[in-house]
């Protein structure tokens, strides 16, 4: 029904091609030449008939043209990876990647009208089954065939959404459609977080062993001498023709391996969650992927064991790492569950390793996960909402307060219903009634790691 209703409404609006500005115009030159004809006022019959062919004039030159730019082919591709940019978040830009460039724009476009591209579709806040309708829209100046539009997301998250091109005069009388409407659906990555410290201390992560085979003998059948070697394995023919030590090593080279155990616990209202719910979701992805690059930076030959509700994989290479980063920003809560203990001896468990676990406020079972694993070592990297006083029905504006223990008030980041207005969003006004009795986590165990604090705002 949905469906049906929304692809009636796309067909009305390729049909209907009158802007606000052109049907005031037709009904009043009409009432005025109507009421000039009966009071024979000559002036009023003047004015009204020129005001309507002005208005017929621009009707067919509009409809001409569109029919000429009938196959104009636009494409508009977004850049990748395309990050969200939010303006009243505190955390650092990321919209850098440059905009969003449309081109073949180059049809022949009549006097007094100018090519326009809009941008429809609807935008999912953290792969929340909920979406937000988006609408955004540039013109191609006269003369050139590519133009800038200005598309960006307070959040990360998934969009789908449709471009066309509409021809429309300068007075805003008519908007018509022309060239051939292009789908896209990107992800929307999640804005840098906060810049703070933390240990991460990857030597900790568990290490195994791997056979490495070779024919090639010359590259792995002998190596230049390490410190360290054992003397009997030195090769003492080869050393002296080239005049360097060179060390025999096994065809089958164990090599060792630093795995990385990583949860990533999207735990929460799978259903109806509230702006600030997502947001800190949202936060958690954030520092997840700020986390992920830091241990990659410090050593490239780790191998990550990333575990979220969907399922569990290991990330190897820098490939791998940006096809999670795409995957992670379209992850949704999902329902709380009960989580088995890794059997022992499983091949991906890490089990000697330290464990780091991502998660937010929303996730109830989080201290019964913490709570069967606590003869393990374990970093927590929590978000939360700050302290405040109950949540009045309606989102607004709240100062900064001590925390409970009389520390001064944390730094946190802050989403705005008002943000997705700005960018040319429809906010689901759900977003203004959290859901009441919603479960919360508020204290966790003293565990090292980090807490961030995030929180939406009217």
Known sequence: MNASRAGGLSRFREVFVFGPSGCAALVLSLVVLVRSLAARNAYEIVLALTVFCVWAALFLAGSWG????????????????????????????????GPTLVTGLDGRVPWFFRLHFVVRGRFFPAGNSRGCPVWA??????????????????????????????????L?????????????????????????????DARSGAEDRRNKN????????????????????????????????ITRISPDNQEKIS????????????????????????????????????????????VFNIRTSRDSREIAGQDELDGFLEELAALPFAPPRNEDLPAEGQALSASSGELYVFSTACDTGLSSFLLARQEKAVSLFFVRPPARSPAPP?????????????????ESEKISVRDFAAMGFVPDPLWLFPPKNHARVLGVPALPGLVDYAEAVL
């Open 66 to 97: 569109a029919r000429r730019l009938a196959a104009l082919e636009p494409l508009w591709k977004p850049p990748s990876p395309f990050t969200a940019d939010p303006p009243r978040s505190n955390a650092p830009s990321a919209h850098t990647a």
């Open 137 to 170: 829209e540039t013109s191609a100046p006269r003369g050139s065939g590519t133009a800038r539009l200005d598309l960006s997301f307070p959040m990360s998250g998934v969009f789908e959404g449709e471009g066309s091109c509409r021809l429309r005069d300068i």
């Open 172 to 200: 805003g009388f008519f908007s018509f459609p022309c060239g051939l409407p292009r789908r896209r659906s990107f992800p929307v990555r999640s804005a840098p977080c906060l810049q703070k410290p933390f240990r991460v």
């Open 214 to 245: 070779t024919a090639d003998e010359e590259r792995y059948y002998m190596r230049e001498y390490a410190p360290g070697d054992r003397f009997r394995d030195i090769n003492w023919k080869s050393s002296d023709r080239i005049d360097t030590l």
């Open 259 to 302: 795995r990385i155990e990583v949860y990533f616990r999207n735990y929460g209202p799978s259903g109806r969650a509230s702006l600030e719910d997502l947001w800190m979701l949202d936060r958690a992805g954030a520092r997840l992927a700020q986390f992920l690059r830091s241990v990659r930076e410090e050593q490239s030959s780790y």
């Open 394 to 410: 309606v989102l607004q504006s709240v100062p900064k307060q001590a925390e409970p223990d009389g520390s001064p008030a944390p």
